[in-house]
């Protein structure tokens, strides 16, 4: 009578495929997606950062900074203004950690 070994060749293959492949999918998948989401993150920064200048330029910001982070959720985003020429309109929005700036020319 032969005991199951460790040591037996027979049927690891399937085992070998379904640990280093599947796992290895799994994870590099995982990776794809949290870069995926932080990349939509910063696209939708970047968007809301321009649309803000544009606002302001308008003499507008208050009235649409509420509807733009909605529309682009991002709750708990910050804006603050930096020094740029008079004909333009340059800011900074803030998300935890990420940065974009948004710049406009003031019309009229």
Known sequence: MKLWSLKDESG?????????????QLLIFSGA???AQSLDQKV???????QMARAT???KPEALQ?????DYNLEGVSVSAVPCPEKFVCLVASL???RANGVSIVSG
């Open 66 to 70: 509420e509807v733009l982070t909605q």
């Open 44 to 50: 939708r920064l970047e968007l809301f950062a321009s």
């Open 12 to 24: 690891s293959a399937i085992l070998e495929f379904i640990v280093f492949v599947l796992v290895g």
């Open 33 to 35: 997606m949290v870069t």
């Open 96 to 98: 935890g950690e990420s």
């Open 57 to 59: 330029a308008l003499g």
